[in-house]
């Protein structure tokens, strides 16, 4: 691609504002032409904060454009589907929040989209691009551990999300497990074979007549033998937590630094530190590389970090953890036949 790549942001939530400021500071990379979002007032203040030239609210208009190179879509869940399937039939290249969709049948569509058009379609797992993620994924390739045996890994939000979000969310597994599902298939560098769920809802009222789970314990079983354990909450009292521990016959790395200043303090009055509280603070870095690998991308005609296969099978295994958890058992998971198929 000769001139820079004209982007439009489908979305300015909370997520797209942070990929707006992303965007708007990666001016060597891209030329951000256009901010669209169902409520016209939220593009046009968010066009004027990051100095963008056009705002909308014609989403289909936005990505139909002829004169837009790529969407960036930020949007609510169930409109991911459907933008991703104009955008491959309109030739744009796509970065999408994930998931692609809450059920696999709309994901097959978009990707089948994809792949007929021949577009680029990258999912936005951001830990994939923390950098003490990659740097863990650089150790664990380089063998640095040796051969892994086992890997625990853990995320936990402050508080429940609001409930209408809940009622809209596709549930703990499809809506939060699921960055934990493609972080542990990543780094373990192979497809799980089986897995099994065990949850209860202790935290809110709002999830539990939602019929859905809270706190749950995942365990993944891979071809190897080797092993691993997710763990989720919607509450944390001390903030959010997102950890993982990889162990192998060598060695073992831990990823989980969550200080804003890395100090610790000793006092008479003990030991203090301080500590992000939520997800966005976590991985401020990770949103801005993925975005830049998307660009990157785009400018040297090469393929995605992450795919849209990467999305399936994620959402593959939260749906496999939804049903080991209604029948009480452990669930056999096959992801070979999507795991490696390019979009």
């Known amino acids: 691609m000769s001139a820079l790549p004209r982007i439009a942001l489908i979305g300015c939530g909370r997520i797209g504002q942070v990929h707006a400021r992303t965007l708007a500071s990666l001016r060597e990379l891209c030329e951000f032409a256009v901010v669209d979002d169902y409520f016209l007032e939220a593009a046009e203040k968010t066009a004027k904060l990051f100095d963008v030239p056009k705002a909308t609210s014609d989403s289909e208009g936005t990505i139909a454009d002829p004169s837009i190179d790529a969407v960036i879509i930020a949007s609510s869940t169930e409109t991911h589907a459907p933008y991703i ?11 999408t929040e994930k998931p692609i969709a809450l059920d696999l049948e709309a994901t097959n569509r978009a990707l089948d989209a994809v792949e007929k058009a021949g577009v680029r379609l990258q999912v936005g797992f951001q830990r994939r691009f923390d950098p003490g993620y990659v740097a863990a994924k650089t150790a664990v390739e380089n063998g640095e551990v040796g051969s892994i045996e086992m890997i625990r890994d853990a995320m936990r939000d402050p508080e429940p999300p ?10 703990l597994y499809r809506d939060m497990a699921i960055h934990n599902f493609d972080a542990v298939r990543w780094l373990m560098g192979e497809d799980p074979i089986e897995i099994y769920a065990t949850a209860s809802a202790l935290v809110s009222d709002a999830i539990r007549a939602a019929h859905d789970v809270d706190t749950s314990v995942v365990t ?11 763990e989720n909450s919607r509450r944390s009292g001390f903030g959010y937590d997102v950890r993982t521990e990889i162990f192998g016959s060598d060695g073992a790395l831990m990823v989980g630094e969550s200080r804003d200043v890395p100090i610790r303090r000793y006092t008479a009055s003990g030991v203090t530190e301080d500590h992000q509280h939520f997800f966005l603070e976590r991985f401020r870095d990770a949103y801005r590389h993925e975005l830049v690998a998307f660009l990157t991308a785009l400018r040297d005609d090469t393929p995605v970090a992450v795919t849209g296969a990467d999305g399936r099978a994620a959402l593959q295994l939260a749906i496999a953890a939804e049903q080991s958890l209604r029948e009480h058992r452990p669930v ?12």
Do not use: N, W
Not at 85 to 95: R, W
């Open 332 to 343: 056999s998971v096959h992801l070979k036949e999507v795991l490696h198929a390019q979009p």
């Open 162 to 171: 609001p409930a209408d979000y809940i009622a809209r969310s596709g549930g």
């Open 220 to 230: 993944l079983r891979f071809p190897s033998g080797a092993l691993a354990t997710i």
């Open 85 to 95: 399937e104009l955008a491959a039939t309109h030739g744009k290249d796509i970065f």
